[in-house]
């Protein structure tokens, strides 16, 4: 079983930066990938970016790049998402997930197995 915990979110005005951090813990010794997903108000759940599990590889979605950074933390299965130059329409729930690490990076809600509750941003204009 695998824990996924995010903290991080808030309130933000336009332009401004918040930076989400997640955890996923386990009792194995299992590498797992993390992503972070999100979803708007009456929106769908959708990709925002992804790290692999030795942080060599990450892939974001193009409404992200140049803004956005994923990166690993220095404790096992910790992820970071630092979001700059924040707009309004960035306002979401944002969810971190695992995969684990013996499947590939990938970037679809049903390839990861493990998610978080949840926290949300919100951008003021």
């Known amino acids: 079983q695998v824990q996924v915990v995010e903290s991080g979110g808030g309130l933000v005005q336009a332009g401004g930066s918040l930076r989400l951090s997640c955890s996923a813990s386990?009792?194995?010794?299992?590498?797992?990938?993390m992503a972070w997903f999100r979803q708007g108000p009456e929106k769908e759940r959708e990709f925002v970016a992804a790290?692999?599990?030795?942080?060599?590889?990450?892939s974001y979605a193009d409404f992200v790049k140049g803004r956005f950074t994923i990166a690993r933390g220095d404790a096992k299965n910790t992820v970071y998402l630092q979001m700059n130059s924040l707009y309004p329409e960035d306002t979401a729930k944002y969810y971190c997930?695992?995969?684990?690490?013996?499947?590939?990076?990938?970037?679809?809600?049903?390839?990861?197995?493990?998610w978080g509750q949840g926290t949300q941003v919100t951008v003021s204009s």
């Open positions: 790290i692999n599990y030795s942080g060599g590889l990450t």
């Open positions: 997930a695992a995969r684990n690490a013996i499947y590939g990076l990938g970037q679809r809600i049903h390839d990861y197995d493990y």
């Open positions: 386990t009792r194995t010794s299992r590498n797992y990938h």
